[in-house]
């Protein structure tokens, strides 16, 4: 099975921040990859999907890169509501693989 | 606007049983495949299972395949999650969340708290 790895578990940051996320697949995954934020109490919700392209609705300081085993997530200049959880997650047709989420926190 | 609407969580005891529903509105749900995530307190989200838009194709996690059940009704537009022999840590959330084309979740529902104890 593929198992995917998230750096850091934690990541405190401040209002203005550039923030990256880092995601690893530990086999080759193409670009078969999605993020989510999640809120306390709230459902997931997605961000970017196949990689690096931006779920309508998403505001453009989101971003995602990579493709093969390592990806990342940018949020350019970190906002209020920003302050979340983020998964990765490796998706195919027969499973679905989440990393084990990404907590950002004010600093 | 896409809705889906878990229910059926509850508290239930060791080795009970207990059926999730999820009922979609706003989009042609014959068309989509769906899926149940979970989510333990405290804990990361797991993928649980997974059912193709005509129900031909089935799938789950490793480690709940022969307990749970997934299954749909397109006439009635829901998904439902027969769940047995529930243990202390099924205890979680747990979502209903549609697949889009390329594969990712693309809506989710508000979830349900199911909680295994004595």
């Known amino acids: 099975d593929i198992q995917m790895t998230q750096s850091p578990s934690t990541l405190s940051a401040s209002v203005g921040d550039r923030v990256t996320i880092t995601c690893r697949a530990s086999?080759?995954?193409?670009?078969?990859l999605a993020w989510y934020q999640q809120k306390s109490g709230k459902a997931p919700k997605l961000l970017i999907y196949?990689?690096?392209t931006l779920e309508s609705g998403v505001p453009s300081r989101f971003s995602g890169s990579g493709s093969g085993t390592e990806f990342t997530l940018t949020i350019s200049s970190l906002q209020p509501d920003d302050f979340a959880t983020y998964y990765c997650q490796h998706y195919n047709t027969y499973s679905w693989t989440f990393g084990q989420g990404t907590k950002v926190e004010i600093q | 606007e896409v809705q889906l609407v878990e229910s059926g969580g509850g508290l239930v005891k060791p080795g009970g049983s207990l059926r999730l529903s999820c009922t979609a509105s706003?989009?042609?749900?014959?068309?989509?495949?769906m899926n149940w995530v979970r989510q333990a307190p405290g804990k990361g989200l797991e993928w649980v299972s997974s059912?193709?838009?005509?129900?031909?194709?089935?799938y789950y996690a490793d480690s709940l395949r022969g307990r749970f059940t997934i299954s749909r009704d397109n006439a009635k537009n829901s998904v439902y999650l027969q769940m047995n022999s529930l243990r202390a840590d099924d205890t979680a959330v747990y979502y209903c969340?549609?697949?889009?084309?390329?594969?990712?979740?693309?809506?989710w529902g508000q979830g349900t708290l199911v909680t295994v104890s004595s």
């Open positions: 086999q080759t995954i193409s670009t078969s």
């Open positions: 196949k990689a690096s």
């Open positions: 059912i193709s838009s005509t129900g031909t194709y089935i």
């Open positions: 969340a549609r697949i889009a084309l390329t594969d990712h979740f693309d809506n």
């Open positions: 706003g989009f042609t749900f014959s068309t989509y495949s």
